[in-house]
C-alpha cells in the first residue's frame, strides 16, 4: 500500500489528489482523483476525462483492513467532493469482485468489460461491450480512451508491453 515519495509527487504535480480513509491515526485506505489524462496500467491504456469529468484510481486498502467498508468509504468520499465541484461525470474500474459490488452499490454503471494477458513481453487486450443499456455510455467510455484521436475499438489487440510508473 506504500507509493514511493517520487511517484507521489509526480501525481501531485499533474494535479492528482489522494483521497484517505482513517482508522484512528492510520491510513488504511486511498484512492485518486484526476481530472487530465492517466495512465491505466492494468489495460496499458491512457485515459482522458472531459471537460468536467475525472477517473477515481489507484485506490487500495491496507490488508489487514479489506471488507470492512474502507474502500467503498474512499470512492463514496470522492463521488460527494466531485459533485460538490461540479464534475458530472465519474469514471472507475475495478479488477476483483468484492470493489465491483462496492463501485456498482455507489452508483457507477458498467461502460465496457477488459481482459488483459500478458505474456512474453506482449500484451493482449481484449475489449467488449458491458451489459449497460446506455449506448451513450459506451461511446463516452471508448471516448475518453481514444488512441490517437480515435475511439477505442471493441475487439482484440496486441502490442508491446509497456511498464511505466504513475
Keep these: 500500500m506504500q507509493i514511493d515519495r517520487d511517484v507521489l509527487d509526480a501525481r501531485i504535480a499533474r494535479?492528482?489528489?489522494c483521497f484517505v480513509a482513517r482508522s484512528?491515526?492510520?491510513v488504511v485506505a486511498f484512492g485518486w482523483l484526476a481530472t487530465?489524462?492517466?495512465w491505466i496500467g492494468?489495460?496499458?491504456l491512457e485515459i482522458t476525462p472531459r471537460d468536467s469529468e475525472a477517473y477515481i484510481?489507484?485506490?487500495a486498502t491496507h490488508p489487514a483492513y479489506r471488507r470492512q467498508g474502507f474502500f467503498r468509504a474512499v470512492v463514496n468520499g470522492i463521488a460527494i467532493q466531485a459533485r460538490r465541484e461540479g464534475l458530472t461525470r465519474l469514471w472507475i474500474g475495478t479488477i476483483d469482485i468484492p470493489p465491483a459490488k462496492a463501485v456498482a452499490d455507489a452508483g457507477f454503471a458498467p461502460a465496457l468489460r477488459f481482459t488483459t494477458v500478458w505474456h512474453a513481453g506482449i500484451r493482449w487486450l481484449r475489449v467488449r461491450r458491458a451489459e449497460t443499456?446506455?449506448?451513450d455510455l459506451q461511446l463516452a467510455a471508448?471516448?475518453?480512451l481514444a488512441i490517437r484521436g480515435r475511439p477505442l475499438r471493441i475487439?482484440?489487440?496486441m502490442k508491446r508491453a509497456v511498464l511505466r510508473r504513475h
Design 15 to 17: 494535479g492528482c489528489r
Design 24 to 26: 484512528d491515526d492510520e
Design 36 to 38: 487530465r489524462t492517466e
Design 42 to 44: 492494468e489495460l496499458e
Design 57 to 59: 484510481w489507484n485506490c
Design 133 to 135: 443499456p446506455d449506448p
Design 142 to 144: 471508448r471516448e475518453v
Design 155 to 157: 475487439g482484440t489487440s
